[in-house]
């Protein structure tokens, strides 16, 4: 089973509402990751989180709040969020064997501010 | 910082053709490379894991190789067929560990029936 789970798949929010993604995978990964991917741009790392515990933050704005609360669950909690962070938010995992390994995305949850 | 530039940027070909995408990244210590395929507004599917010991992979109609020391990874997909067409993504680790990937821009291919 290489299936990465997220929800929910569209979300439309205001600037000031609070809402979060949710991502889920059951392949014993280890590491779990955020990506923002604006439209015909290539992917952007967010968050790594290996072991459960935050390894990489790119930069993000504090608006983009990541939790992992097991080695199962990564969510991305969202808040006071501007117009141009609507975006197609992606999850992956991978395993963590020496080096990366294969990582696996789930199908995105397409977020649209206004 | 390792970068990651893929050509053409678009291909339209009619189907039954067989095609070359191409990938090359500025920093060859790579752990290893892996070839995306992203369907418009969904998610990226893993097509191929390159480990930098191998030299090229196969599944199916698609087959991967790798050239670590040239810093260059090729996609060869054979008799192209429509349901071929998507943009095609090619992403090389950016460290060691769990660092993430570094993708390309993409090539964006079209199979004409």
């Known amino acids: 089973d290489t299936e990465v789970t997220q929800t929910p798949k569209h979300l439309v929010m205001g600037m000031t509402n609070k809402k979060s993604l949710k991502c889920e995978q059951h392949m014993g990964h280890r590491a779990m990751y955020w990506y923002k991917q604006k439209a015909k741009k290539p992917p952007e790392l967010m968050f790594v989180y290996s072991y459960e515990k935050l390894s990489i933050n790119e930069s993000v704005p504090s608006r983009f709040s990541p939790e992992c609360p097991n080695s199962s669950l990564l969510n991305l909690h969202l808040h006071a969020l501007q117009p141009e962070d609507s975006a197609l938010y992606l999850c992956?995992?991978?395993?963590?064997?020496?080096?990366?390994?294969?990582?696996?995305f789930g199908e995105g949850s397409r977020l649209t501010v206004l | 910082k390792q970068e990651v530039t893929q050509i053409p940027a678009a291909l339209s070909v009619p189907e039954g053709e067989n095609l070359v995408l191409n990938c090359s990244f500025t920093?060859?210590?790579?752990?290893?490379l892996q070839w995306f395929r992203q369907d418009p507004g969904k998610g990226l599917t893993s097509l191929l894991l390159?480990?930098?010991?191998?030299r090229e992979q196969t599944s199916g109609r698609l087959n991967a190789s790798l050239d670590k020391s040239s810093g260059r990874s090729t996609l060869y997909i054979a008799a192209s067929q429509p349901g071929d067409s998507a943009t095609y993504l090619c992403?090389?680790?950016?460290?060691?560990?769990?660092?993430?990937?570094?993708f390309g821009k993409g090539t964006h291919l079209i199979i004409q029936p």
């Open positions: 992956a995992s991978s395993h963590i064997a020496g080096g990366p390994g294969e990582l696996f």
């Open positions: 992403a090389v680790p950016s460290g060691g560990g769990a660092d993430g990937l570094t």
């Open positions: 390159i480990q930098s010991s191998q």
């Open positions: 920093d060859s210590a790579i752990y290893n």
